[in-house]
């Protein structure tokens, strides 16, 4: 009986292993990735939702947070309020946020999510120049001398881009 109770639960420690080995591997695998921590970010040159051109490069000297997202994604919709309110709180001080839509999105979308920060559509290499971007939402802080200082796949919670703000901007990784 204590035989069958223990191969019980060496199945089922093995198919919880097994569930969560993607995800592990993912995020282990992903902290790897090029571009890595401390590497410059790359630059990239995306089209806006009125065609205007936004370059990396035109927020030298500020910390930007790269988002990738999309507007079919639930993670992605449910971090924008969060990063909206923290765009809101920090953009005087030296911050700025380049939400990439992974998809098409919409004016009407946009204004309906409260977004007031840069929105550009992405293309190929962008995807391909942050590490074959294939999980959303992804986001990269990029520090004031273009570094990037942080990435996260998932959800990049408020409180936790609050902090690594604050450190970013005081100059501490």
Known sequence: MKSKRNIIWIIIILMIGIYLFPTIKNRVAFAGNKPALN??????????????????????????????????????????PGFQKVYAAYKDRGFTIVGISTDDVSQSFIKDMGMTYPVVMADDKVIIDYGNIYSIPTSFLVGRDGRIIKKVMGMYFESSLKSDLENALKGRK
């Open 39 to 80: 590497e410059m970010a790359p630059e990239f040159s995306l089209k806006d939702l009125s065609g205007k051109n936004v370059r990396l490069s035109d927020y030298k000297g500020k910390v930007v947070l790269v988002n990738f997202w999309a507007s079919w994604c639930p993670p992605c919709k449910m971090e924008i």
